[in-house]
């Protein structure tokens, strides 16, 4: 499922016994009323970690939610969940449905539950009143045919939705990828921000034509994040440039956090990102070799997977808890706390561990502070009936709030909601405030907006909440609340928010943003202007300084893609600006200023034969060897763009990362572009000579003339010839999990050879097959018994994902300076028994202990079947698929 690589579950006591979560919360779920949900038992502390402060409960099992994909609760408490039974890599429909759970007496436990309604592959939900949006896979005659996003109705509250969804976007991701390969990079989660749009994330599928209810028509290359209205219009590219995020988390500010998947050893690892409207992130091609070009993430985390994301924002939280993102990691297990501070028009963060819980997928909030979070637990690429649960966290001493009813609310106690400590509750408010008589409603939204004495996020929610109301009648008041501090930021966005409004909109005050003492103004005054579209900008545009850090990496050297820099950003967004505006005229005329280096930055992307011929005429004037020496970069920059997309291939899991564009194609400026380079090169010096060299290898124009170690990007994913390669040794290791997992499913293996196999590569130092043989690590006699061979192949192949109950690995230093690591087999109040991975016994008196410290890491190596052909990676897991002892 999802997009990541993990390990499945092999849950068993030191004696061999078959023993988990999932398992002990399946039969709990047996054993209960359909009116009940799972109770607390023995081993859950021992499977999810929460620090002190919470309160975590069991609330539903695999019974009633099987491979929970995604979750959101409304406001009330009721809980949505999208189960998932087909996985991303399964292709049969069928099997996905979202349940509807209620706990009626709010004592943490499932008391009435419905099948709301059947979709295929959900992938993300957003509960508004009595709207259900949800995002997931469109079937045609038992293929994926693409997905989109659709809203639900449930008006008599019955936990049943009322017909047939009403699509808002359809095709958002890849069609054709989504029938060859499954859902694992496809179009994910969805969330509502306090300005009323719906912010999606898109994985690196891509899409092409997907289209909303206004008919508007929109492709992408890569992922990112789409936004649209929640009646399915204005749908349009927020940011771009993201592998595979899996959700975003959005704070009451408007500022969009996310957390990225792991590029499967191709130098794109987990990354934190706060997005900022219209920027450009880098993956796959400008990452590594392009960084002076891209808003680089705050942070580098390694491998791992990420999923769900919240901004958690609720009054009766820990304050060490509240007001910071969360995003969870599938391939590290746990929810992190991302501490995020200011730095200039962005941030800075710091990582904390927060609950661990086995793949995690999603979380959401209630208006009462419950949070829910989804466990996957081992339900494995394809999905599984029996794995899967949901688990309640609270703060410890949790009282339940009723929440207003919405519906029965005046306008003024609506405004009054406006006001809450509750993130929940403002937006919900905010929602519902929209729906009503639009001149009081705008009255006294604008009442909060413009009350100094609240909070900045109620005025803030009041602000977003007038001008989603007033529309373009409320320009004047919006340009009023624009010249207070506090609101300067989120009036001007406001004022340029929705594009049908833009008309009699002024320039003036985001051109005085600009030079507001404030980077995040003057950030805002940037995508602002962008936005409006008035090229008569454009010089105030280019003014925008260019920090000493904008500097391109040297020749096969990495840049920094993961490091905070500030100082880019509004550069950044003002080439984006620029960009946009085409403003071809603008930047060549400042070609030699003060402003040279913004105009030629904006430049390279601007393919117009006015930019072209401009270049040209000015390369003779220009004095300066250096700034000649950008003009020859520009141009050759502009000899190749990205070529149209239509979604017939994707770039695989591990695509080329060279830059600058992927799959490039020459243009009609190409060949006065490559005539005045050969032109300027014949007259070089030897020195010279390799300037352009490294251009043609750099920029990858191809003019064999200029000579270069060029490497050739892929155009398309290659079609794997699995004959030809399944014998090829290595194989493994160079493969992402998911395409070793596609292969081994038509690769049945030998399991004589994967016998020989089980011996040759070490298993068996570590594992035993007969109860005769001496204990070491989880018994492997009866592993075809109780895990699929998915669930198997998995397990070795990333053996951190979720280690064995009973088999963590501990660490114990004791007196006389001694030190043990191994396995804990039994301990009481006197002595701890250990066994390490050899097999071998040591007992420790407690009182010799000075330090204890459980690992997050199996004692398994990672890359045990590098090495291995597919051939012989099938076998090895056949033989151990058929131990059924």
Same mark, same amino acid.
């Given at each position: ?400 709030? #009723?929440? *207003?009813?919405?519906? +029965? %609310?005046?306008?003024?106690? @609506?405004?009054? !909601?406006?006001?809450? &400590?509750? =993130? ?92 507001? #003492?404030? *980077?995040?103004?003057? +950030? %805002?005054?940037?995508?602002? @202007?962008?936005? !409006?579209?008035?090229? &008569?900008? =454009? ?347």
């Amino acid at each position: 499922m999802l997009k990541l690589s993990l390990t499945l579950l092999i849950f068993m006591t030191v004696f061999g016994t078959f023993k988990y979560y999932g398992a002990a919360n399946q039969q709990v779920a047996k054993n209960q009323t359909a009116d009940s949900s799972a109770t607390n038992h023995a081993d859950f502390k021992k499977q999810i970690k929460w620090p002190e402060g919470l309160t975590v409960t069991p609330f539903t099992g695999p019974d009633l939610t099987p491979s929970p994909a995604c979750i959101a609760t409304a406001p009330t408490g009721e809980v949505f969940v999208g189960v998932d039974m087909i996985g991303s890599l399964g292709k049969d429909p069928g099997k996905g449905r979202i349940i509807r759970l209620v706990d009626s007496d709010n004592d943490g436990k499932v008391d009435k539950h419905t099948d709301f309604a059947d979709v295929d592959d959900p992938r993300g939900i957003l509960v508004m009143g009595d709207k259900v949006f949800v995002l997931h896979t469109v079937f045609t005659a038992g293929k994926a045919s693409g997905m989109n996003l659709e809203v639900f109705e449930d008006k008599n509250n019955d936990g049943v939705a009322d017909g047939p969804p009403k699509p808002l976007i359809e095709h958002i991701s890849n069609a054709h990828m989504l029938a060859e390969r499954g859902t694992d990079h496809a179009t994910n989660g969805i969330r509502m921000g306090i300005d009323g749009w719906i912010y999606i994330a898109v994985g690196d599928f891509g899409f092409h034509d997907a289209i909303d209810r206004s008919g508007k028509k929109l492709t992408m290359l890569g992922g990112g994040i789409v936004r649209v209205r929640p009646d399915g219009t204005e749908m349009e590219i927020f940011t771009h440039g993201t592998r595979n995020i899996y959700d975003v988390a959005i704070d009451p500010y408007m500022n969009v956090f996310t957390r990225d998947n792991t590029n499967d050893g191709g130098g794109w690892n987990i990354r934190f990102s706060h997005h900022i409207q219209s920027g450009e992130y880098g993956y796959p091609v400008l990452f590594q070799h392009f960084t002076d070009e891209i808003i680089p993430a705050l942070v580098d985390l390694g491998g791992g997977s990420g999923t769900g994301s919240l901004f958690m924002a609720e009054p009766g939280w820990p304050e060490k808890y509240n007001n910071v993102p969360m995003t969870s990691d599938w391939g590290r297990n746990e929810l992190f706390i991302d501490r995020v501070t200011p730095d200039g028009p962005t941030f800075q963060v710091k990582e904390e561990d927060f609950i661990q819980l086995p793949q995690i997928t999603d979380l959401d909030v209630d208006g009462s502070g419950r949070l829910y979070l989804s466990a996957w637990d081992g339900a494995g690429y394809s999905g599984s009936d029996s794995k899967g649960y949901v688990v309640r966290a609270v703060p410890t001493g949790w009282t339940y709030k #009723a929440f *207003p009813d919405l519906k +029965a %609310a005046s306008l003024a106690d @609506l405004a009054g !909601l406006l006001h809450s &400590e509750s =993130a929940v509750t403002r937006l919900n408010a905010s929602q519902e405030l929209i729906t009503r008589s639009a001149e009081e409603a705008a009255k006294a939204a604008l009442g909060v907006a413009s009350d100094a004495s609240l909070p900045l996020y109620a005025r803030v929610a009041g602000t977003y909440t007038y001008a989603q109301i007033a529309r373009e009648k409320g320009i004047p008041a919006l340009i009023e609340l624009s010249k207070n501090n506090d609101l300067r930021e989120f009036a001007l966005k406001a004022l340029t928010d929705r594009r049908a409004d833009l008309q009699n909109v002024p320039v003036e005050p985001f051109l005085a943003g600009l030079n507001d #003492a404030s *980077p995040r103004v003057q +950030a %805002a005054a940037i995508v602002s @202007l962008n936005r !409006l579209g008035r090229i &008569e900008v =454009a010089k105030a545009l280019l003014k925008t300084p260019v920090p000493a850090s904008f500097i391109a990496p040297a020749k096969n050297v990495e840049g920094p893609h993961a490091t905070p820099n500030q100082a880019i950003v509004l550069p950044h967004l003002a080439v984006r600006a620029l960009v946009s505006l085409n403003a071809v005229d603008a930047c060549v005329n400042a070609i030699g200023t003060r402003n040279s280096t913004l105009a030629l930055w904006a430049l390279r992307y601007m393919y117009d034969s006015k930019a072209v011929d401009g270049l040209i005429a000015a390369y003779p004037l220009v004095k300066s060897a250096k700034e000649k020496k950008q003009i020859l970069v520009t141009l050759s920059r502009l000899y190749k763009k990205e070529a149209p997309y239509d979604a017939s291939w994707w770039w695989g899991t591990r695509p080329d990362s060279h830059g600058p564009v992927y799959k490039g194609v020459t243009w009609e400026g190409s060949p006065k572009i490559e005539k005045f380079l050969k032109k300027e090169w014949v007259k070089s010096t030897p020195k010279g000579k390799q300037f352009y060299a490294d251009l043609n290898a750099r920029h990858q124009m191809g003019i064999t003339v200029f000579g270069g170690a060029e490497k050739v990007a892929a155009t398309k994913e290659a079609k794997v010839d699995l004959e030809k390669i399944r014998n090829k040794k290595g194989q493994v290791g160079k493969s992402s999990i998911e395409d070793v997992m596609l292969a081994i499913e038509k690769i049945k293996g030998d399991p004589a050879n994967g016998k020989l196999l089980f011996t040759r590569q070490g298993c068996i130092a570590c594992h035993t097959l007969t109860r005769s043989e001496k204990p070491k690590g989880p018994f492997m006699g009866q592993i075809g018994s109780i895990m699929t061979r998915q669930q198997i192949a998995e397990s070795v192949l990333k053996p951190s994902a979720s280690i064995s109950q009973g088999f963590a690995t501990v660490v114990i230093s004791a007196k006389g300076n001694k030190s043990y690591t191994g396995f804990i087999t039994a301990e009481s109040a006197d002595k701890i028994v250990m066994r390490d991975i050899g097999g071998n016994v040591y007992t420790v008196k407690s009182a010799d202990v000075i330090s204890r410290k459980e690992l997050k890491t199996s004692m398994m190596p990672v890359g045990m079947a590098n090495a291995l052909s597919y051939e012989e990676f099938a076998s090895l897991v056949t033989f151990l698929s058929m131990q059924k002892k």
